[in-house]
Nanobody
Framework: EVQLVESGGGLVHTGESLRLSCEAS????????IGWFRQAPGKAREGVAC?????????YYLDSVKGRFTITSDSAKNTNYLQMNALKREDTGVYYC?????????WGQGTQVTVSS
C-alpha cells in the first residue's frame, strides 16, 4: 500500500524557516517523482516543488518560491524534504506531498504551515 506521511509544519513568523518531511512507503522510492502542493483557505491547490526520479534528479519550483524553497530526497530513509526559508505570509496553507504511480495520484494527509507577521 502506497503511503505518504508529511510532518514538520507549524506556526512561524515571516522570514523564518521550516523543513517539511514526506516519508514514503509501499513503492520503490527512487523510481517516482515526488511533489509538494499547498492549499490556502479559499484557494485552489497549487504545485510548489517537484523532484524527479533518482536517475534524473531535476527539481522544479513555483516561481514565487524559487530561491527560498529547496526540495531534496534521502533514498536511504525513503523521505523527501522541502526546506522553506524566508517564509512569507502568502506561504500559509496546508502542504501535501504527492506521487503519481501508473496514473494514480497518491497524497499524504497534509501538514499545516502558518506564517504570521
Amino acid at each position: 500500500e502506497v503511503q505518504l506521511v508529511e510532518s514538520g509544519g507549524g506556526l512561524v513568523h515571516t522570514g523564518e524557516s521550516l523543513r517539511l518531511s514526506c516519508e514514503a512507503s509501499g513503492f520503490t522510492f527512487d523510481d517516482y517523482a515526488i511533489g509538494w502542493f499547498r492549499q490556502a483557505p479559499g484557494k485552489a491547490r497549487e504545485g510548489v516543488a517537484c523532484l524527479s526520479t533518482a536517475d534524473d534528479n531535476s527539481a522544479y519550483y513555483l516561481d514565487s518560491v524559487k530561491g527560498r524553497f529547496t526540495i531534496t530526497s534521502d533514498s536511504a530513509k525513503n523521505t523527501n524534504y522541502l526546506q522553506m526559508n524566508a517564509l512569507k505570509r502568502e506561504d500559509t496553507g496546508v502542504y501535501y506531498c504527492n506521487t503519481n504511480i501508473l496514473r494514480i495520484d497518491y497524497w499524504g494527509q497534509g501538514t499545516q504551515v502558518t506564517v504570521s507577521s
